[in-house]
């Protein structure tokens, strides 16, 4: 069973910065493409961003372009989203996800985590 895990989450001043993670309970973390998703109270879930098995391709919803980074690490089974110059509208419960690619749509994604409360401030 492939099952993705969420930390990092927490509350953070506007302007603020925090790390999420995700690790893959899994050792062919490789052949996936990694997504993190998002759902703030009362709204739809959303796409964040998305990276390839390889790392060398990413993807961005508009919303975070500039101020969110993902990035893997297939040694250690785990991606990870930077968060920088987070704003109040950033408040969500964040998602992990793992699927064959790196598309914006959570119908491609086969394997998802519990998620990670991230609360902002303002």
């Known amino acids: 069973q492939v099952q993705p895990v969420e930390s990092g989450g927490g509350l953070v001043q506007a302007g603020g910065s925090l790390r999420l993670s995700c690790a893959l309970s899994?050792?062919?973390?490789?052949?996936?493409?990694m997504g993190w998703f998002r759902q703030a109270p009362g709204k739809e879930r959303e796409f964040v961003a998305a990276?390839?098995?390889?790392?060398?391709?990413?993807h961005y919803a508009d919303s975070v372009k500039g101020r969110f980074t993902i990035s893997r690490d297939n040694a250690k089974n785990t991606v990870y989203l930077q968060m920088n110059s987070l704003k109040f509208e950033d408040t969500a419960i964040y998602f992990c996800?793992?699927?064959?690619?790196?598309?914006?749509?959570?119908?491609?994604?086969?394997?998802w985590g519990q998620g990670t409360q991230v609360t902002v401030s303002s």
């Open positions: 990276i390839t098995w390889s790392g060398a391709s990413t």
């Open positions: 996800a793992a699927g064959p690619f790196a598309t914006l749509s959570d119908n491609e994604y086969d394997y």
């Open positions: 899994t050792r062919t973390f490789a052949n996936y493409a």
